[in-house]
């Protein structure tokens, strides 16, 4: 096997500057992208936040309305339910005189 024979640049050479300059400056662009990153990610999911809210505080009104509709039914059954009560006692009192009527003749 072959050593590599490339000399490392002695510290403070121009060469050695020139590879620090070019890692601060990848370091800051790194940098500058996670940042950049991070507020994208941090708007999206105050976004998703806010959209569920709204989802949520328009299912709650559906829910509401959902739930006058079903008492709204509950107290028409009930007074239906009221007015077949009222009809049957009246049926069978026009059917009991219809009887009496009948023993009478």
């Known amino acids: 096997m072959a050593k590599n024979n490339k000399k490392r640049p002695k510290q403070g050479s121009s060469s050695s500057v020139d590879e620090e300059d070019m890692a601060t400056s990848n370091c800051e662009s790194?940098?500058?992208s996670i940042d950049s990153l991070n507020k994208v990610v941090t708007g999206g999911f105050a976004n998703i936040h806010s959209d569920v809210d709204n989802l949520r505080l328009e299912?709650?009104?559906e829910i509401d309305g959902i739930?006058?509709?079903i008492k709204d039914i509950e107290k028409?059954?009930?007074s239906t339910q009221e007015d077949v009560e009222v009809v049957?006692?009246?049926v069978k009192k026009v059917t009991e005189g219809f009887k009496e009527?009948?023993?009478l003749e």
């Open 88 to 90: 049957k006692e009246d």
């Open 67 to 69: 739930k006058r509709t």
């Open 59 to 61: 299912l709650m009104t």
């Open 76 to 78: 028409s059954l009930e």
């Open 30 to 32: 790194l940098r500058s």
């Open 101 to 103: 009527h009948q023993h």
